[in-house]
T-cell receptor, first 113, second 112 residues
Framework: NAGVTQTPKFRVLKTGQSMTLLCAQD?????MYWYRQDPGMGLRLIHY???????AKGEVPDGYNVSRLKKQNFLLGLESAAPSQTSVYFC????????????FGNGTRLTVT | SQELEQSPQSLIVQEGKNLTINCTSS?????LYWYKQKYGEGLIFLMM?????EEKSHEKITAKLDEKKQQSSLHITASQPSHAGIYLC????????????FGPGTRLSVLP
């Protein structure tokens, strides 16, 4: 049972480059989330989705875009990477929003130089 | 907005000792979750508490939500090196589960 899978696990980008982080879940969850985790800042919600074809902004959405074309996949894009986007990115999914735990992937460690 | 505070920030214990981590909310908790994170890995879901006074256990880890539903405690009995990591509490921000909130985490080290 794979759960939530994120790719890649590590990535180094130069300022201005673009990339897409991939998240896939096999639990048939409706809700999916992208978080970033930074020392001293904790986990902060970037974007989330309440179902296929829908996306919504979280706490820190600037500089990121997302897409949920298929229920099982949630993509996070960085169009023009900045050093401030150096972070560990986590994808999560849940069965419903509320009274339902989030299940996390193992994270993507991104460094922007 | 709802905030979660955790205490202590970090904890170092000798193997075999018991320990408690606390999570306090500024608002009533409708759903409280405990997670464990090891360095370089994702968050692992441990337990969910919903009712005031509810207590759940998983192996040697017990979590309880107080009657007023504004504080939860996580207790580890006879700690082992495998318990080391960061423990985070999380909560449904309101009754409709909008904006899931996380505490800052408690870093636990267990010395063999």
């Amino acid at each position: 049972n794979a759960g939530v899978t994120q790719t890649p696990k590590f990535r180094v980008l130069k300022t201005g480059q673009s990339m897409t982080l991939l998240c896939a879940q096999d639990m048939n969850h409706e809700y999916m989330y992208w978080y970033r985790q930074d020392p001293g800042m904790g986990l902060r919600l970037i974007h989330y989705s309440v179902g296929e074809g829908t996306t919504a902004k979280g706490e820190v959405p600037d500089g990121y875009n997302v897409s949920r074309l298929k229920k099982q996949n949630f993509l996070l894009g960085l169009e023009s990477a900045a050093p401030s986007q150096t972070s560990v990115y986590f994808c999560a999914s849940s069965y419903r929003q509320g009274n339902s735990p989030l299940h996390f992937g193992n994270g993507t460690r991104l460094t922007v130089t | 907005s709802q905030e979660l505070e955790q205490s202590p920030q970090s904890l170092i214990v000798q193997e075999g000792k018991n320990l408690t981590i606390n999570c306090t909310s500024s608002k009533t908790l409708y759903g409280l979750y405990w997670y464990k994170q090891k360095y370089g890995e994702g968050l692992i879901f441990l337990m969910m508490l919903q009712k005031g006074g509810e207590e759940k256990s998983h192996e040697k880890i017990t979590a309880k939500l107080d009657e007023k539903k504004q504080q939860s405690s996580l207790h580890i009995t006879a700690s082992q090196p495998s318990h080391a990591g960061i423990y985070l509490c999380g909560a449904d921000a309101d009754n409709y589960g909008q904006n899931f909130v996380f505490g800052p985490g408690t870093r636990l080290s267990v010395l063999p």
